[in-house]
């Protein structure tokens, strides 16, 4: 699925089968793309959603890239056959799973009174900004919202671990991207050598600014590297270029879950699919307009391509 996060699951982007193309049209005639537990996914749902990921060029060049012929992969790309304003077939499917996947465990969630933990969404949105890497910031709100809440919601479903030794290394990765808000006092120089004496003072004498993960997303993409280096109080940035200036941050407070069990929910979530979301995507009762394919075992075979005349 689109979800699967690269290090933590591996290889699913690659396995998707067959290849073909699908034109995409507002105005397409099948009322629905596939149903769960007789709630509707429209198709302009789909095209929508397709159409949201395929505008992230990098992510886009990152999906084409893993399942090249050449990384062992099957050759499937985002666009279609018939060349931009379609879509291959594979690409649909995987998009359709994953809307699929996330109706019925939203369902399961809801029918079980289940809520999702503030750290259980903090610890998803690191998750996907660390493993999505430079692609992250270039997809749309909606796209990432998406994406935070999915893994929650795996995460939601799975136990706490009993132990949290595999849990380490992950979460030691994610760290730099793991909180809930950074306060810092910001200052701007009108030049590199003001920054670098305001640097040599150890004291930044501007306002104090407190960021949470999405404000931080809408600043430079120099000063979110920088502000998230941020480890301890007094830490300062080094100077950082801006279409205004130079600013200089230095760290006031931070304040992050640690390895609670939200957060080990969701790297447990992340290293590989709980058997629990896979019991809740047996149990639901899915149909897949044959146009996109088939589902089975939580996936969805794109239909194969015409025979050639």
């Given amino acids: 699925m689109t979800r699967v ?7 699913a982007l690659a396995c998707a089968l067959g290849v073909g193309s699908l034109a995409v049209s507002a105005c397409d005639a099948s009322p629905y793309a596939a149903t ?26 990152q999906f084409d890239t893993g399942n090249s012929t050449a990384q062992g992969g099957n050759g499937a790309t985002v666009v279609g056959s018939g060349g931009p304003g ?3 077939t594979t690409f649909a499917a995987d998009i359709l799973a994953d809307l699929v996947a996330t109706k019925a465990i939203d369902q399961y969630l809801v029918a079980h009174a289940i809520s999702l933990t503030q750290d259980q969404l903090v610890a998803s949105q690191a998750v996907n900004e660390y493993i999505r ?16 809440r999915q893994l929650a919601e795996e995460g939601a479903l799975t136990p706490v671990p009993t132990s949290t030794t595999n849990l380490q290394t992950p979460y030691s990765d994610i760290q ?9 006092y910001q200052e701007t120089a009108f030049d590199k050598s003001h920054a670098q004496a305001i640097i040599a003072s150890g004291a930044v004498m501007g306002g104090e600014v407190c960021y949470s993960q999405t404000s931080l997303e809408a600043q430079p993409a120099a000063l979110q590297v920088a502000v998230r280096a ?13 279409s205004y200036g130079y600013v200089v941050a230095q760290l006031g407070r931070r304040t992050a879950p640690g390895l609670s069990p939200g957060v080990q929910q969701v790297l447990t979530a ?5 058997t629990e979301v896979t019991s809740v995507l047996a149990a639901a009762k899915v149909h897949v307009n044959p146009r996109y394919g088939t589902w089975s075992k939580g996936q969805i075979t794109p239909p194969k391509p015409p025979p050639a005349q």
């Fill in 5 to 11: 996060r690269a290090v933590f699951r591996v290889g």
């Fill in 36 to 61: 769960v537990n007789g709630s509707v996914i429209t198709v302009n749902q789909l095209n929508s959603e397709m159409a949201g990921w395929a505008a992230n060029r990098t992510w886009v060049q």
């Fill in 86 to 88: 379609t879509y291959s």
């Fill in 133 to 148: 890497g430079a692609a992250w910031t270039q997809f749309e709100p909606g796209i990432q919202a998406f994406q935070i």
């Fill in 176 to 184: 730099p991207y793991l909180f809930s808000s950074i306060c810092v």
């Fill in 230 to 242: 941020l480890a301890k109080p007094n830490d300062l940035t080094p100077a950082i270029a801006t």
């Fill in 270 to 274: 992340a290293l590989g699919t709980p």
